[in-house]
């Protein structure tokens, strides 16, 4: 695990808002004295505006020359406090936060791209991030590049001189094909290089490390790692920040307070809970792999993955806490039945929560996708993706042998 990730900076904002005065007309003048001590845990400051004391001061904050906050849209200490915590665990210069992690990818389209401009994207992709992308081409003319695999040259040659961005994500949704990020960065030049590390968090990998220019996560995923919080969180440089921050202001993608307090909560045990999970994550991929009802597995550190040797490099305790398999056979009814069977393990049409649950990638994630180029991204009708929770192996192990064992008496 890289060093430091698991110690959160407090800022400077929010110790000097958790102990400003309250309104003279709604508590005692006592009240308004700056005491001696802070609370341990950040505040929640669920305010739609600050009050702000004269217009000088405005100035001041709207030219950036004073810390404070004037509309949550805008800023909120609580954005600004995980900002600056995602910052530091990236080791990037500047964060910002999104209302989910399909906000943070509509803010870097609309920032960094317009009508005619051209974008990359990986093929294989989350798809919402795909459609995304086929939306903005179909209604601004966006032109747009898919590229198949995640070798660095193919990128390389897909770059045109009107290219703004190149989209991948580090690990892919749902087959974890590896794309080796500092090399794709080396080989795109001075073309920004956006990565979706939802799958890997920083305790994995710290893109902006590697080359790219920004990085951006689900945080309703591990970042928060509890299945109770919708946001999305960027890093990178503090002028491409800025641009996305005005981009979620204008548009309206501003996260709530709560929800990034939250988010803050729960990275205080991700190193842990990380650690965990790919521990367990491999072992379940191995006892998946010689399972009989089990066609193919998906884990980069199974022998036979196409990015074995990649994901050793990468990652040697393992991408994450996700695992894709394949049934036998017997498409979505063969699923279906397996669902039924696995009661201990939930179907969830999401990932990273404390429990272990599964997703069927043909019906959720990818249901938007056209079927044949589902197909021909090997996202089968009998793909089960597994997404590992804190639970003890034996646990989750028995669940799945039992319900892989009814499959086929």
């Known amino acids: 695990m890289p060093p430091g990730a698991d110690s959160l900076p407090v800022s400077g904002p929010a110790s000097t808002a958790a102990s400003a005065p309250i309104s003279r007309s709604a508590a005692p003048v006592a009240s ?12 929640i400051f669920q305010t739609s505006a600050f009050d702000v004391p004269d217009l000088d001061t405005l100035a001041l904050l709207a030219r950036g020359e004073a810390v404070g906050h004037i509309y949550t849209r805008d800023s909120n200490p609580n954005h600004a406090i995980l900002a600056e915590s995602i910052a530091a665990l990236e080791q990037a210069e500047s964060g910002a936060v999104f209302a989910s992690g399909m906000g943070a990818l509509s803010s870097i389209f609309l920032a960094l791209a317009g009508a005619g401009d051209h974008v990359v994207i990986a093929r294989a992709l ?21 590229v198949d695999g995640v070798a660095p040259e193919n990128f390389r040659r897909a770059v045109t001189e009107r290219t703004r961005f190149v989209l991948v994500e580090t690990v892919s949704n749902p087959l974890l094909e590896v794309a080796d990020i500092g090399a794709i960065a080396a080989a ?32 309703s995923k591990y970042l928060n790692g509890h299945g109770d919080v919708m946001l999305g969180v960027a890093a990178g440089s503090a002028a491409l920040m800025q641009r996305l921050g005005e981009a979620t202001s204008v548009f309206g993608f501003n996260a709530n307070p709560f929800e990034a307090w939250l988010c803050l909560r729960g990275m205080r045990t991700l190193s842990l809970r990380m ?18 009802a089990v066609r193919r597995v998906h884990y980069p ?16 305790d393992g991408p994450g806490g996700i695992v894709s398999f394949e049934l036998l056979s017997g498409g979505a009814a063969a699923v279906n039945r397996f669902m ?17 649950t599964i997703s069927w990638p043909a019906g959720t994630s990818h249901r938007f996708v056209d079927p044949d180029e589902r ?25 799945l042998t039992r319900s892989l064992d009814l499959l086929r008496s």
């Open 32 to 43: 308004t004295v700056v005491p001696l001590t802070q609370p341990a845990v950040v505040p």
């Open 126 to 146: 989350y798809g919402r991030t795909r459609q995304l992308a086929e939306t903005l081409q179909q209604r601004w003319g966006l032109q747009l590049t898919v």
């Open 375 to 399: 197909r021909g991204l090997g996202i089968t009708d009998e793909l089960i993706r597994l997404s590992v929770g804190l639970e003890p192996f034996d646990q989750i192990a028995s669940e």
């Open 188 to 219: 795109l030049g001075k073309v920004p290089l956006v990565v979706d590390s939802t799958f890997t968090t920083p305790e994995l990998i710290r893109p902006c490390q590697c080359g790219a220019a920004i990085v951006m996560h689900s945080a």
């Open 301 to 316: 550190l199974l022998a036979g993955h196409p990015s074995r040797e990649l994901a050793e490099r990468l990652y040697p």
């Open 275 to 292: 650690r965990q999970i790919c521990h367990t994550t491999r072992q379940l991929a191995e006892l998946l792999g010689g399972h009989p």
């Open 340 to 356: 039924q069977h696995s009661r201990g393990i939930p179907f969830t049409p999401t990932l990273a929560d404390v429990r272990t």
